[in-house]
């Protein structure tokens, strides 16, 4: 009753942001058949497609911290990860470079233009795209969601979902306050978890999520991001609940413990699943 008790307070309480007065959210892009559209370098040089390319976040694996740094996406195309997209323009076969009609010919040979959100574009070669995200959200979580900002540009997969920021909204201040043990704690009553043990979030419940900002410019992002690739998130949580929630808020030390309570049990039973499956 206790843990509720607080859990309700803080739900309702209005210096807490919502997730919609910060950022918009939707899917990442849905390519149809990954095995065509997404590459490594390697496969891109020796075709030849190094114009018909994008850089892409393919698998939620592949972004370490809170932050995609330039560095780290050339580590990630050096180590051979499969982080360009095919991308050749809304145009006719005619009109493309012979490297992509040669590339475009052999997926169709290889059924690709069969796949069901191929065949129903008017062009399958072309992946229907929008607005660039400013940052991604993870869709499936196994410890904890996390936000990861995208400086690079990079486009994104429908493995994670896309984040947007409003005008104004500082985009570092809301990545470094999401990891606190208040949204952490809320996350686990809004994700959904099947067999697996793993949390998913679709949009809709994304958009429920509720981020404490008082204080937020306290915050040292280099440092999250740090422990972040280091593993230390009780390092983060410790450091971030003092900023946000005792500082910030003025919760208590015993509340906190009560948040961490609260997420520490619906996390473990949710990942005990898991190892019974």
Same mark, same amino acid.
């Given at each position: ?80 990860? =499969? ?7 809304? &145009?006719?076969? *005619? ?6 009609? /040669? %590339?475009? #010919? ?111 410019? =306290? ?7 740090? &422990?972040?690739? *280091? ?6 949580? /410790? %450091?971030? #609940? ?36």
């Amino acid at each position: 009753n206790e843990e509720l008790q607080v859990l309700r307070m803080l739900n309702s309480d209005e210096r807490i942001s919502n997730a919609t007065d910060l950022y918009e959210i939707n899917v990442g892009l849905v390519s149809g058949e990954n095995d065509f559209f997404l590459s490594n370098w390697e496969n891109v040089v020796d075709r030849g497609l190094q114009a018909e390319m994008k850089p892409i976040i393919s698998r939620a694996e592949q972004v370490k911290g809170i932050i995609l740094s330039e560095g780290e996406y050339q580590l990630l195309r050096e180590s051979g990860k =499969k982080v360009f997209i095919f991308m050749p323009g809304d &145009l006719s076969l *005619e009109q493309l470079s012979d490297s992509a009609r /040669s %590339y475009i #010919d052999w997926g169709e040979k290889q059924g690709y233009s069969k796949n069901y959100k191929c065949r129903i574009r008017k062009r399958w070669y072309v992946v229907p795209t929008s607005w660039t995200a400013d940052a991604f959200l993870i869709r499936q979580a196994n410890l904890y969601p996390k936000m990861i900002l995208n400086p690079t540009g990079a486009l994104v997969t429908d493995t994670l979902h896309k984040v947007r920021f409003h005008e104004g909204v500082n985009k570092s201040a809301v990545a470094s306050a999401f990891l606190n043990t208040y949204t952490l704690a809320l996350s686990e009553t809004l994700g959904r978890s099947y067999g697996g043990g793993v949390l998913t979030f679709e949009p809709g419940e994304m958009r429920k999520m509720r981020i404490p900002m008082r204080g937020v410019e =306290k915050l040292d992002m280099q440092k999250i991001d740090r &422990l972040q690739r *280091e593993g230390k998130y009780e390092d983060i949580l /410790s %450091y971030t #609940d003092s900023v946000l929630l005792v500082d910030g808020l003025g919760l208590g030390i015993h509340e906190v413990d009560l948040l961490h309570s609260i997420w520490d049990k619906m996390r473990d039973r949710r990942l005990s699943r898991k190892q019974s499956v």
